[in-house]
């Protein structure tokens, strides 16, 4: 969810900048100037194009759960976080289980609710074979 606020905010700012890149081209008529707003347009469509679908999704509970055996991977090569993988398909998370052993090794019974259009994931659940939850980011 920060993710999705940065980019949004990040987006916000290219647009601001814009228009302070686009009024002093008009004032000074320097490349520079309208190289830096034509720039920040770009990156402006690029954060937008990447947040819109994702809040779309997610203000409108459009989401999709998938239930089954994974395993849990601590994900230090990216900002932090876990991966859990369903045979396959893996999905990534901020929120790490500190308390729960994670690892290859280790099978749980998990819940995974995921965005449609970008797949990206909003909340899981571990649980032990028993069906106790043992870690939650709901």
């Known amino acids: 969810m920060a993710q999705l606020f940065m980019f949004w905010f ?3 700012m290219c647009v601001f900048s814009t228009f302070m890149y686009a009024s002093q081209w008009r004032n000074e008529r320097k490349l520079m100037k309208l190289l830096g707003a034509i720039f920040s347009v770009f990156i402006a469509i ?3 194009m990447i947040a819109a679908p994702d809040t779309y ?5 459009r989401y999709e759960t998938e239930t089954g055996s994974c ?3 601590d994900n230090q090569s990216k900002q932090g976080g876990v991966t859990l993988w369903f045979e396959e398909d893996s999905y990534d998370f901020p929120d790490i289980p500190e308390d729960v ?3 290859p090794g280790t099978l749980f019974d998990c819940t995974v609710t995921l965005t449609k ?3 990206t994931g909003v909340d899981y659940v571990l649980k032990s074979k028993d069906g106790d939850p ?3 980011t709901y």
């Open 10 to 12: 990040v987006g916000f």
């Open 46 to 48: 690029v954060c937008f």
């Open 57 to 61: 999704d997610r203000a409108l509970g």
């Open 71 to 73: 395993y849990v991977v």
């Open 101 to 103: 052993a994670h690892g």
């Open 117 to 119: 259009v970008n797949s």
């Open 134 to 136: 043992l870690f939650s």
